[in-house]
């Protein structure tokens, strides 16, 4: 199990927008990744702030839970061998889900498709995302640490070619699919 604080900057663009940054950076490999999220009947997990989903990506399954600590937010994942309920019952995930007091069954939330393009270098992740929720589509930027520095300034200087200045203008991805959801 790999824990850790998660710590991002994301914004949502327009379609232009994202094409257009986009191809500011050669060969783009965009890859799907399907983020099934669960809950128990009474939101538990979001009533303190969190999120937990399965993600499938190229035949691998990825158990994550991301938790509120503080001001931060822990991110709790590993590889899990399947994608069904049995999953829960994993004594790692089990001892991950009893430390925050969650206790199932949990049912499934939402869903969202992503196509991911990633950039790499020794300071982040950037992440170009294509959403799909129900009939809504997305364009989503995320720069994800990798070690500690200046990211905003840096994830300013990205932005800056496309005439876009870094403001937090979007929830997180369960939260647009359980609104997309409700549509």
Do not use: W
Not at 48 to 59: D, T, W
Not at 101 to 129: M, N, Q, S, W
Not at 135 to 147: G, L, S
């Amino acid at each position: 199990m790999k824990n850790g604080i998660e710590k991002e900057y994301k914004i949502l663009l327009s379609k232009e927008q994202f094409k257009a940054l986009c191809s500011m950076y050669e060969t783009l490999h965009f890859i799907k990744q399907v983020n099934t999220y669960y809950d128990t009947a009474n939101m538990d997990i979001q009533k303190k702030h969190g999120a937990m989903r399965i993600r499938e990506k190229e035949n691998t399954y990825i158990f994550t839970l991301k938790m509120q600590h503080g001001a931060d937010l822990m991110e709790h994942e590993c590889i899990v061998p399947y994608h069904t309920a049995q999953v829960f019952e994993i004594s790692d995930i089990k001892k991950i889900l009893n430390m925050y007091e969650l206790h199932g069954p949990f049912k499934k939330i939402a869903v969202c498709t992503t196509y991911r393009a990633v950039v790499a270098d020794e300071f982040a992740e950037l992440c170009f995302d294509i959403n799909t929720y129900g009939n809504v589509t997305d364009y989503e930027i995320e720069y994800e640490y990798i070690c500690e520095h200046d990211g905003l300034s840096a994830f300013h200087k990205i932005l800056e070619p496309i005439a876009v200045t870094y403001h937090k203008n979007c929830a997180s991805k369960i939260k647009r699919a359980l609104d997309a959801a409700k549509r």
